[in-house]
């Protein structure tokens, strides 16, 4: 949403999560709210990107970052918290093969040529079925988020 298209917003999750990683492997222990710190990370990356791609004027991106920073009032983390208990949920009820994929593709941040290597499939075989994950993804996030089963 705030780059305006899917590709740079995996680019820079991607970062945000390369960089979560490469801390918590180095055993930084020195970080309260890991979610929070997370979506820090990813609006300084956003700012970043609007500056450098966008060539946005200074007092615009601050502008930008602002409300980024009121999206991430304490309402809104309670909301997060259980929206991520959800998606917990969620995942929880894929087969193995499919957690596989998605630990491959967002934990981990493989492509998916290096993703269909380590399944033994096609390339596009894995983009196909990485796309039917996140449908049934949604289609439990959509049911959950509306009141659905909590189980």
């Given at each position: 949403m705030l780059t305006g298209g899917s590709a740079e917003g995996e680019d820079i999750l991607h970062q945000a999560f390369l960089l979560a990683f490469d801390r918590l492997a180095d055993g930084d222990q020195g970080i309260d709210d890991?979610?929070?710190?997370?979506?820090?990370?990813?609006?300084?990356?956003?700012?970043?990107?609007?500056?450098?791609?966008?060539?946005?004027?200074q007092d615009l991106t601050d502008r930008l970052y602002e409300l980024a920073e009121?999206?991430?009032?304490?309402?809104?983390?309670?909301?997060?918290?259980?929206?991520?208990?959800?998606?917990?949920?969620?995942l929880d009820q894929?087969?193995?093969?499919?957690?596989r994929f998605v630990a491959a593709r967002y934990e981990h941040g493989l492509?998916?040529?290096?993703?269909?290597?380590?399944e033994e499939v096609n390339e596009s075989t894995a983009r196909v079925r990485?796309?039917?994950?996140?449908?049934?993804?949604k289609?439990?996030?959509?049911?959950?988020?509306?009141?659905?089963?909590l189980s």
């Open positions: 890991l979610a929070r710190w997370l979506r820090g990370v990813v609006r300084n990356l956003v700012r970043a990107w609007w500056r450098e791609k966008r060539k946005l004027p009121k999206a991430d009032s304490v309402p809104n983390r309670l909301i997060q918290a259980e929206s991520a208990e959800k998606l917990r949920r969620c894929l087969a193995p093969a499919a957690r492509p998916i040529h290096k993703i269909a290597d380590q990485l796309f039917r994950i996140r449908q049934t993804l289609a439990c996030l959509e049911t959950r988020l509306a009141g659905g089963v």
